[in-house]
């Protein structure tokens, strides 16, 4: 299965993925902007939901069932306290884990890093002027993976 996975998102499937990403993240854009508004949660109105949406897409999941797939992924997530051995990503050491290692070294991370730098890409060319609403600090839930950071409100 593992073989199966690596193989389908290997270099050049991902390289194939990449329009796909850019009109998600465009769509995304494009609701946040709606009706000239110029400011918006960027964690509600993009990074929450470009990653899903996207993998969504790309498996030709209907956008109805994206609800369903994110409260699946969540539970999962959300349901291993305290088993593997805590991953502490800040931790210090020479080795980046950020996508496991071993046997079940993550298959999709090619994937992840391109819907980064997409994401990332399109919100600087698409909002040039994107900067904090309000200052910090902004409320984080703690994961198994780390902290993660609940709301971001912005202006551009
Ligand atoms: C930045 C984004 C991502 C991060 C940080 C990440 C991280 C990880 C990590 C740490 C593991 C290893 C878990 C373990 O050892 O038990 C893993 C496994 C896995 N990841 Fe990812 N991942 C990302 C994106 C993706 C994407 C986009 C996909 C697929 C579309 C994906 C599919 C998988 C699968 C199927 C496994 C299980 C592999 C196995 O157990 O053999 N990941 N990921």
């Known amino acids: 299965m593992h073989r199966v996975a690596t193989r389908a ?3 050049e499937r ?6 796909v990403v850019r009109q998600v993240a465009d769509d995304l854009v494009d609701a946040m902007t709606a009706d000239g508004r110029r400011a918006d949660d960027l964690v509600a109105g993009y ?3 470009l990653p899903l949406l996207t993998i969504t897409r ?8 994206c609800d369903r797939i ?3 992924s969540g539970a999962y997530t959300h349901s291993h306290p305290g088993t593997p051995q805590a991953l502490l990503p800040h931790r210090d050491g020479p080795k980046f884990v950020g996508f496991g290692g071993g046997r079940h070294y993550c298959p999709g991370r090619g994937l992840g ?5 997409v994401g990332l890409e399109r919100l600087r060319t698409r909002l040039p002027g994107l900067r904090l609403a309000t200052d910090g ?7 198994e993976v780390g902290g993660v950071v ?3 409100p912005v202006r551009w």
């Open 137 to 143: 600090p902004f409320p984080i839930a703690e994961r």
């Open 70 to 72: 994110r409260r699946w």
């Open 150 to 152: 609940t709301t971001l």
């Open 47 to 49: 990074t929450d939901r």
């Open 113 to 117: 890093r391109a819907i980064l730098a």
């Open 14 to 19: 991902v390289a194939a993925h990449l329009p």
């Open 9 to 11: 998102m290997n270099h």
């Open 58 to 65: 790309l498996l030709g999941i209907p956008a109805d069932d």
